[in-house]
């Protein structure tokens, strides 16, 4: 990664213009930026942020007042699950040169991928009737039919289905992570400033799994075979050792590397968060086969209970990439039960 | 772009009759990057084989999809039109319209609609087809052969050619295995040692076999055509070259033990020839028990040796040596009786084990071939036990197979030697297979003094000392109790891998199974290769057999290996495999335990497993697993495959 | 109303049930339309992806045919295909695809009556289940991508 003082030199003249927008997330994705602490404050010097709305007081006329193409390059995180999200995202893909997929939600979906396992009568249901934590005598909800009878509010507005970046707009390359390293936003920023266009496509991070840079790599065995997963709070585990080695399910083995093992340095396993590798189209159906290997048993019986060790597959597999799976979630109940 | 042509085979009326090929074809054509879609009467004669040809040639065909019978009929026929056509065999795709749709469906119309998908499965499929290259490599024509029984000798003399060397490591300091030590060979009973002497004499002076006596195996590295192995041989202080085997130094010998070759039977000295008539005929020294090596000063066979054959200096050798192939022929060996202690073996001196009685019949063996009890008197009554410790959950499960012909064969035999004797067989279920079983226990079984006692099962008997005779207690046929005194019991004891069985299974990785006995590959179609190519097993270390079955299975592995393996050629590679592309490895290990024919491996210095090609078979299960997709199973590739499934669900689309 | 005709494919081990479907051929055993078949030369060869392709794709079922246990020409391949279906039916419930719709069995090469029976089965079962439909992108104003 180049230098940041360099980047005077690079940006004499007329500045690049950069935009970062947030649209479903939780917010983790802006603060990998604010993360680069002064190294920010280096790129706002060579830059011009003509939008971000988590720090800066610009308006969608603003963006919709530039020249298509003129603002260098865009940062989005976050899925896109309703309709103004969709429209942002649309107008920042036609006013920019280069549209990056900014953190596991806009790259795959991410953690509100998996709102993908219900409905969204369902789930508008439980946030705004049956959350315990909610006292919501009115019921209101904010999609749908309005109590006074003046019809539709927002509802056209939810999405079915939350869907990742590139399912909308095409996306130029990806900064991976739930929330992305610093340093990876920062290669990412560089790149953009150097004029480093990767191959379209292009996920930051190592073409190989976590395995490769994980620092308890070297406990890994050669033959392993469980009969059956534990969870963290069941068993003591030995903090320098391979989880998986332990019993414990890590997805290191099929999740993309470049994160510096932070969850493992943390003594955490991998949940994912980097998506797959780039000749795997499913992260969630490599997890199962490559944990599925591990049984120790073929017996039917045996097997049902090393299943059984994994209460949810779907949620565990599909953590951070529901949204860009093969199923992209549940089947659509109605249809099914003809 | 490919440019593809198809070929619909019409296959006189089977295909023509059952699917309109007019809208097959009319559909092929509109497929993407198809350039025509043909229909042929017969497409696997000459005549549609030479169309195929000529189109690639004159149309400049990059794939091509045939739609006919099953690729297991006619894949290696069209794979070889298309690769004299200059393209690469493998940008072939079979539509199997024949077997699994033609003649499987009754309805026209849905016939013709299934066909269409797998046409357009099959064009999808095979513009994903990379080109597969046949590799060769290098490769030893040299043979290892691990045991010196009647199997790994019949092998080392069917292997054994003017460019071709075998190296026979044999644990023992002689050759011939069990059967050299049977005096009579079912059923005709012709002696041992004179049946196999041709086979041993041939074995031993052949210029290309290299015998190892008194040697182990320790250590194999490499894999099929270039395996490293590292052999151990003991000293046998004695020169061969030097010694005529006159035995002078046995006599001059003060020390006595138990002869384990005579089945115990006898006293040896600590420098000893195993038995009258072995082969080699050369003395070999028992460290353990020699006087020299306990620390006394004796050198008493060294000073009786008027040849200076005997070196007491002699030290053990280690040696490595290449091979392209093994086989492994370690043979058998009886069931632990201590295991079963209601057969009463080792608590009474009268009863034996078939072995130790083939040993006493031996006219050469260490009672000149008398039956005596060992008291001195000629038993009267004896008990001949059948399926110890096989056909039971409690020990092995299957039949040995060959202990009811020679227990017919003892009684034969004893009768003959011991006039007026009373036999009684203790058996569940007699087993007499082949073309001389049954006749041969036809003529047995007529024998006047010869009882039959039916068992409810096996281990529905018990022996044990009654005064100076042996008391055999057991349930007769309806399960009430019956008792009978008898003076000698013979047992016919299960047969079981050898018992170092477990150690050569652990240096060679083979894979055991019930008994201990090596696992074939497959007990139907490959029953001496294993798991592990260029491994074969044969003989009684892959199951219970007889002499015939083990010469036949030494000489079968011996076959495979000189069809394949030849001395200064080299050994071409099965294309379809899987592979590693090692930059998207992360080393996570999954794979590894995943190949049951140790095709992967862990490369230490990269942290990245690898493929060997030649032990892949290409089953794309470790592919399956890889959760990183950095296992390509060639020819079966996710793309392929991927393509293929999108191609039958295309019909939405027709 | 147009009947149902589900689609299913298999993925056919090429020792054991691709045979087993070529005999049913050779014996002009008819079985329904319905499946449509993939070789592959192991059971264990069936990457999860491929069963979620098949899905996605537009199968309303998928069938896995392998080598009875202990006869897999490659040892343990077929053990590997019942591991991965004991979770991946689960993870199939999850996501809202009744677990029927992916039937794991085995045939052996000579079994053909077998092959033409499961085959009849799985075919009613799909009906009765009725076409499955996958949750789609759908929903956005303008479904094309836009670059610019």
């Not at chain 2, 064969?409 to 009768?415: R, V």
């Amino acid at each position: 990664m180049s230098d940041l003082s360099q980047l005077k030199t690079l940006s004499r003249g007329k500045k690049p213009k950069i935009a970062l927008c947030w649209c479903s997330s939780c917010g983790g994705c802006e603060e990998s930026v604010f993360d680069l602490a002064e190294e920010l404050v280096d790129i706002m010097a060579v830059t011009d942020i003509v939008f971000w709305p988590a720090a800066l007081d610009a308006k969608y006329q603003d963006v919709a007042a530039l020249a298509d193409g003129e603002i260098t390059a865009t940062l989005v995180n976050g899925a896109i699950r309703m309709e103004h999200q969709e429209e942002m995202a649309r107008l920042l893909r036609r006013k920019s040169q280069w549209l990056i997929a900014h953190g596991a939600c806009a790259h795959l979906g991410g953690v509100v991928g998996l709102a993908n396992f219900h409905g969204s009568a369902d789930l508008l249901n439980r946030a705004y009737q049956e959350i315990p934590t909610v006292h919501h005598p009115a019921g209101i909800c904010p999609f749908g039919e309005a109590p006074d009878g003046a019809g539709q509010v927002g509802k056209r507005g939810f999405y079915e289905t939350v869907l990742p970046l590139n399912r909308m707009v095409a996306v130029d390359f990806y900064i991976p992570g739930c929330p992305p390293p610093p340093e990876l936003v920062k290669e990412g920023l560089m790149m953009v400033l150097e004029q480093r266009l990767p191959p379209a496509g292009t996920i930051l991070g190592k073409r190989q799994a976590l395995c490769q840079s994980c620092p308890r790599r070297g406990s890994l065995p050669e033959t392993l075979r469980l009969k059956e997963f534990s969870r963290m709070h069941q068993v003591t585990w030995d903090a320098a050792a391979c989880f998986l080695a332990q019993g414990i399910i890590c997805l290191g083995p099929a999740t993309r590397g470049g994160c510096q093992a932070r969850c493992l340095q943390g003594n955490m396993p991998c949940r994912g968060c980097f998506g797959p590798l780039d000749l795997v189209r499913d992260q969630g159906a490599k997890s199962l086969s490559f944990l599925a290997s591990l049984a120790d048993s073929a017996d039917p019986e045996d097997l049902q209970r090393f299943a059984d060790s994994i209460p949810d597959p779907g949620g565990l597999f599909y953590q951070f990439s529901l949204a860009a799976s093969l199923l992209k979630g549940k089947a659509d109940d109605q249809k099914n039960n003809h | 772009m490919a440019r593809i042509g198809i070929y619909i085979c019409e296959c006189g009326p089977h295909i023509k009759e059952a699917i309109d090929l007019g809208q097959l074809q009319n559909f092929g054509q509109g497929l993407a990057q198809v350039v025509f879609a043909k229909s042929i009467p017969v497409l696997c004669s000459p005549e549609g084989q030479e169309i195929i040809g000529k189109d690639i040639r004159q149309q400049r065909l990059s794939r091509v999809v045939v739609a006919a019978c099953s690729p297991k009929e006619h894949e290696d026929t069209f794979r070889k039109i298309v690769r004299q056509a200059g393209l690469n065999p493998y940008f072939l795709q079979i539509a199997n319209i024949r077997e699994q749709c033609a003649w499987v469906t009754a309805d026209k119309q849905a016939a013709t609609d299934k066909a269409k998908a797998l046409l357009a499965a099959a064009v999808k499929r095979v513009i994903q087809h990379e080109p597969l290259e046949t590799q060769e490599i290098e490769c030893q024509g040299d043979v290892l052969v691990v045991g010196a029984g009647v199997a790994g000798m019949s092998a080392a003399l069917l292997l054994a050619q003017p460019q071709r060397r075998v190296y026979v490591v044999e644990k023992s300091p002689c050759i011939g295995g069990k059967a050299a030590r049977h005096a009579h060979i079912f059923p005709h009973l012709e002696c041992g040692s004179c049946v196999l002497a041709p086979l041993l004499d041939e074995f031993l002076h052949h210029e290309q076999i290299e015998l190892l006596t008194l040697s182990e195996v320790q250590g194999v590295a490499g894999f099929y055509g270039n395996f490293t192995v590292r052999i151990k041989q003991q000293a046998r202080f004695v020169n061969p070259a030097a010694c005529v085997g006159c035995g002078l130094c046995l006599e001059a010998c003060p020390v006595r033990v138990r002869n384990e070759f005579n089945e115990g039977l006898e006293e040896r000295p600590g420098i000893f020839l195993p038995y009258t008539g072995v082969l080699p005929p050369v003395p070999v020294l028992d460290k353990k028990h020699c006087l020299h090596f306990r620390g006394q000063h004796c050198q008493a066979c060294r000073e009786a040796c008027p040849f200076g054959a005997i070196s007491l200096a002699d030290q053990d050798r280690l040696q490595e040596i290449n091979v392209g192939a093994i086989i492994i022929a370690t043979g058998f060996d009886l069931f632990d009786l201590q295991k079963a202690p209601q057969y009463g073996y080792g608590r009474m001196e009268n009863v034996y084990t078939s072995l130790e009685l083939e040993r006493l019949l031996d006219a050469a063996g260490p009672s000149g071939g008398q039956v005596l009890l060992r008291n001195g008197r000629m038993p009267e009554r004896i008990a001949l036990v059948h399926c110890v410790g096989s056909r039971t959950a409690r020990f092995n499960d299957y039949c040995s197979g060959v202990c009811c012909q020679y227990a017919l064969k003892f009684a034969h035999l004893l009768h003959q030697k011991i006039p007026g004797v009373s036999l009684i067989h203790f058996f569940t279920d007699l087993c007499l297979p082949g073309k001389e079983g049954q006749r041969f226990a036809n003529r047995v079984l007529r024998l006047p003094g010869l009882e039959l006692r039916r068992l409810p099962g096996p281990e529905a008997l018990e022996i044990t000392a009654a005064g100076g005779k042996i008391a055999i207690t057991y349930q007769d046929g309806e399960g009430g109790g019956e008792g009978v005194e008898v003076d000698l019991v013979v047992l016919a004891p299960a047969m079981e891998g050898a018992r170092n069985a477990g150690e050569i299974a652990r240096i060679f990785d083979l894979p055991q199974g019930a008994g201990g006995f090596f696992t074939e590959e497959s007990n139907r179609l490959a029953p001496v290769a294993t798991a592990r190519k260029g491994i074969m097993v044969a003989g009684c270390a892959q199951a219970p057999m007889d002499m015939a079955s083990a010469i036949a299975q030494g000489q079968a592995a011996a076959g495979m290996i000189i069809s394949d393996l030849t001395p200064g050629a080299k050994l071409a590679l099965e294309p379809v495999t899987s592979e590693i592309d090692a930059h998207l490895c992360s080393g996570c290990k999954i794979c590894l335990s995943l190949c049951s024919f140790q095709a992967l491996s862990y490369d230490e210095v990269d942290g990245v497993a690898a493929i060997n090609a030649v032990l892949c078979r290409g089953c794309g299960v470790c592919a399956a697993a890889c959760p990183s997709g950095a296992i390509k199973a060639k020819h079966f590739s996710d793309r392929a495959i991927t393509a293929e499934i999108g191609g039958l669900l295309s019909d939405d689309r027709f | 109303m147009t009947v149902f005709e589900p689609r299913i494919v298999g993925f056919l081990c090429g020792w054991c049930a691709y045979e087993g479907a070529d005999a049913a051929g050779r014996a002009r055993k008819t079985y329904p339309a319905h499946l449509r078949i993939v070789r592959v030369l192991c059971s264990g060869r069936v990457d999860p992806q491929f069963v979620l392709e098949a899905f996605r794709q537009g199968a309303d079922g998928v069938m896995i045919l392998g080598c009875h246990p202990g006869e897999c020409h490659y040892k343990e391949g077929n053990l590997q295909a019942l591991k991965m279906t004991a979770i991946l039916k689960k993870l199939l419930g999850q996501c809202g695809i009744q677990e029927e719709r992916l039937r794991l069995d085995w045939v052996a090469a000579g079994e053909y009556g077998k092959l033409v029976k499961i085959v009849g089965e799985m075919v009613e079962k799909v009906k009765s289940l009725g076409p499955l439909r996958l949750r789609e992108d759908g929903g956005g104003i303008n479904s094309a991508l836009t670059r610019h």
